[in-house]
């Protein structure tokens, strides 16, 4: 079936420590993006690449980063992650002209 | 700006019964999507619902019925007949505009499903 899929699904990582988070897709879709959900918030966008290119929420923190090698992977890499980044990270994908965006299982990142 | 609003932190529904989460949005563009998702305690975000901003009917997927109505500026969810399985948090959104590649989304704060059997 074709789907988002997130590795890992749980990280733990040290203050500090950079992590990078895994998503792929086999919809073969344009749009990939990443969302951070803080415990009890709703999902907020960081970023987003529509094919190569790259856009990023203005009030996105220059600590969070992104790299999309090709259609089907896309990464999120944290330099330093502080307390303040425990959070769920969720891949979404999307067509241009679809209405709805797909979610992977999201990734549950926790700094200690 | 564009913004969704849930005022119900948490709700219970008796199992069969059906229960109603409140949606209200604002935005100032004559075309926009507004969406449903339901997050179980997995964390995975799963599509239960969209509505498009000139859709003539409220739309219905099986259980799942989306009360629109634009003028109020509000997108409720109906969940007929609620089932253990439907307890979760929902969340309402809107496709924000993004560089006309796609639309990003724009959730609401939430509201948490219990029922009880």
């Known amino acids: 079936d074709a789907m988002v899929i997130q590795n890992p699904r749980y990280q733990v990582t040290q203050f500090g420590k950079p992590v990078t988070l895994s998503c792929s897709q086999t919809?073969?879709?344009?749009?990939m993006y990443w969302y951070q959900q803080k415990s009890s918030q709703a999902p907020k966008l960081l970023f987003h690449?529509?094919?190569?290119?790259?856009?990023n929420e203005a009030d996105t923190p220059d600590n969070f980063q992104s790299r999309r090698p090709n259609t089907s992977f896309c990464f999120l890499d944290i330099r330093s992650p502080g307390l303040g980044d425990a959070a769920m990270y969720l891949c979404?994908?999307?067509?241009?002209?679809?209405?709805?965006?797909?979610f992977g299982p999201g990734t549950r990142l926790t700094v200690t | 700006a564009q913004k969704i609003t849930q005022t119900q932190p948490g709700m219970f529904v008796q199992e069969k019964e059906a229960v109603t989460l409140d949606c209200t949005y604002d935005t100032s563009d004559p075309s926009y999507g507004l969406f449903w998702y339901k997050q179980p305690s997995s964390g995975e975000m799963i599509f239960l619902i969209y509505q498009g901003s000139y859709d003539q009917q409220n739309a219905t997927e099986g259980r799942y019925s989306l009360n629109f109505q634009k003028a109020r500026k509000s997108a409720n969810l109906v969940i007929s007949a609620s089932q253990l399985g439907d307890s979760a948090m929902y969340f309402c959104?809107?496709?924000?505009?993004?560089?006309?590649?796609?639309?990003?989304?724009?959730f609401g704060q939430g509201t948490e499903l219990s029922v009880k059997p």
């Open positions: 979404a994908t999307s067509s241009r002209e679809a209405y709805e965006q797909y």
């Open positions: 690449y529509y094919d190569k290119d790259f856009n």
């Open positions: 919809l073969n879709h344009n749009v």
């Open positions: 959104a809107m496709r924000g505009v993004l560089y006309n590649q796609g639309g990003k989304l724009i």
